[in-house]
């Protein structure tokens, strides 16, 4: 969905996600003959809300790519094994400790679900799932899945295949948009939550990252502010860069805006600490404003300014551009516009006098190239 709404005059940046520590995601390879048959799902906490469908749910999603395939066992905690294949839809179970929900797709997705409509859900129990392909054309991608935990009021955690690598939120993993990681605004180093690459295919993301806490006028009251931080603090400073840079280009591509910032990120030994750049962890390295895709120039070599009684004096040494320089007596008057006068046009090297006379004035000094 992400990839489909970004366009040229469209930029996104997405949270990468906060699960570098998390036991909720595991990563594994099952292939043709070499089933695997010790995932095991511990339930960490339980509270019955009720017993209508879904009130209480664990949820494991295992995403693949398509064309590859499993067929399932599933053991609940009281010993008994329940199966489906690729063959089926859905499957429903209904066992001592809990109703079992198999769902396959066919877009790469198989999802395991255990409710508390029927049986007992306990904390503790360990639930325990087993993967085979059917048959050899099911393993043509390689067999690699990665499997997350979605939960309400029942919770658990891998405790088998659980990894920090591959960690990504499931819509971080575009290709037309920035995926954002996060570092913290005072020290550099990384979000110690933030969510690690690269994605299941193997491309690099996060993309970049940026400052880890962002400030918003608060929803409780009028005179405060709220501070949203992780890679969800992050996300909203990468969009904010790309909103200039639209401001700038507003008919940019993903892919350039991409290429602009990735060009001018800053790296340093932190990021490298990682490996080199781009890594798993801070991507190319940290998101830099600074320049991103606008039409800048260097500060004018050898620029002097003097102030004699009420005269400035300015030189300055660049060659190639052309210099404008604007006078207001008001420093919040809307530039440009009215309030401001065109003192002096100069080009290439540079050198000219203004006379402030007996009030005080502001200048704006703009270049072009000739």
């Not at 019955?48 to 295992?62: C, E, M, P, T």
């Not at 325990?128 to 955690?157: C, E, F, R």
């Not at 993301?205 to 962002?214: C, E, G, M, V, Y």
């Not at 530039?335 to 046009?345: K, N, R, S, Y």
């Amino acid at each position: 969905a992400f990839d489909e709404f970004s366009e040229a005059g469209r930029n996104v940046s997405v949270a990468a996600g906060n699960y570098y520590t998390t036991t909720q995601h595991a990563v594994g390879t099952t292939i043709f003959g070499v089933p695997t048959t010790d995932i095991n799902v511990r339930i960490d906490a339980y509270t019955n809300s009720g017993s209508d469908q879904f009130s209480d749910y664990l949820d494991a999603v295992f995403y693949f790519v398509p064309d590859d395939n499993f067929d399932v066992t599933v053991t609940c905690p009281s010993g008994t094994s329940y199966n489906t294949s690729v063959a089926d839809d859905d499957e429903v179970f209904d066992t001592p400790d809990g109703r079992l929900y198999i769902f396959h797709y066919d877009t790469g997705v198989l999802e395991i679900v255990l409710t508390d409509e029927v049986g007992t859900v306990s904390v503790n129990d360990d639930w325990n799932i087993a993967l085979d392909v059917p048959d050899a054309a099911s393993d043509d991608h390689g067999g690699m899945w990665s499997a997350w935990l979605y939960t309400k009021n029942i919770t658990g955690q891998f405790t088998t295949y659980n990894t920090s690598a591959h960690t990504l939120n499931i819509y971080g993993c575009g290709t037309d948009y920035f995926s954002t990681g996060a570092h913290s605004k005072t020290s550099g180093t990384s979000y110690s939550l933030g969510s690690e690459g690269p994605t299941m295919d193997g491309r690099i993301k996060p993309d970049l990252s940026a400052p880890n806490r962002a400030y918003a006028a608060s929803n409780i009251n009028s005179t405060s502010y709220e501070n949203l931080g992780g890679t969800s603090g992050a996300a909203p400073h990468m969009a904010g860069a790309l909103a200039l840079l639209l401001e700038q280009y507003p008919d940019l591509s993903p892919e350039d805006a991409k290429s602009l910032f990735i060009d001018a990120v800053y790296t340093d030994a932190i990021t490298a600490s990682y490996g080199a750049e781009p890594n798993d962890r801070f991507g190319y390295g940290k998101l830099n404003t600074y320049c991103t895709g606008f039409e800048t120039q260097s500060i004018p070599a050898d620029f002097y300014c003097d102030i004699v009684g009420t005269d400035v004096n300015l030189t300055w040494t660049n060659t190639g551009l052309v210099y404008r320089i604007y006078s207001s007596d008001d420093p919040y008057a809307t530039f440009p516009g009215e309030d401001w006068t065109l003192e002096d046009t100069i080009s290439d090297l540079g050198e000219t006098t203004l006379s402030t006379g007996s009030i005080k004035k502001y200048y704006i000094i703009t270049a072009d190239v000739i």
